[in-house]
């Protein structure tokens, strides 16, 4: 599935979940996001998404971006990860930092309960969109960035969330979460 939240193909539901509810859930999935749903529907998702991962739907752990073909997904940000985090046991530290070229590359590694531990790596360029080198303040900036990349990719990894949709994603287009969740 290429959703960033999403749940394998053998997805199969409480009784507690409503029958309007499963066509919801099985219409996201089959369209693989969450663009063709409506509002009430949208919001219904939301909710479910984040009784099944265990977050604090008040918090707004999850955000809908819109990708390059035209997709709208809930992507976690920072608030939901740091809530699977300390839910889950999981302890993140960065195991290296290096630089290739004009790119910072950080090497995470995530660590559960019982000691799986899963590597991820987030990478920022070192250069402005005219090719020449970041300020001092610019390059740290970009280094924190690899860093938080990093982090939040080992904790999905983790968790066993995809990430693929990563790379496609319009960053500039985020949307807010329904206003009645």
């Known amino acids: 599935m290429g959703n960033l939240i999403a749940a394998d193909s053998t997805l199969t539901l409480s009784s507690s979940v409503s029958s309007a509810l499963a066509a919801t859930i099985a219409k996201a999935f089959k369209d693989n996001g969450v663009h063709t749903l409506t509002a009430i529907e949208r919001r219904n998702f939301y909710r479910w998404q984040c009784d099944r991962l265990g977050l604090d739907v008040y918090s707004f752990p999850l955000d809908y971006l819109e990708t390059r073909d035209g997709r709208l997904i809930l992507y976690p940000n920072q608030r939901a990860t740091d809530q699977l985090r300390k839910h889950r046991g999981l302890s993140v530290r960065i195991v290296s930092r290096e630089m290739v070229d004009d790119l910072a590359i950080v090497t ?18 070192m250069t402005d969109k005219f090719g020449k080198p970041l300020t001092a303040a610019l390059r740290a900036t970009a280094l924190m960035k690899a860093d938080t990349r990093a982090r939040r990719r080992a904790t999905l990894a983790a968790c066993g969330l995809d990430s693929e949709e990563e790379g496609r994603l319009i960053a500039a287009q985020t949307y807010d979460p329904p206003n009645d969740v």
């Open 108 to 125: 995470a590694e995530c660590c559960d309960r019982d000691g799986r531990i899963t590597q991820a790596m987030g990478t920022a360029e």
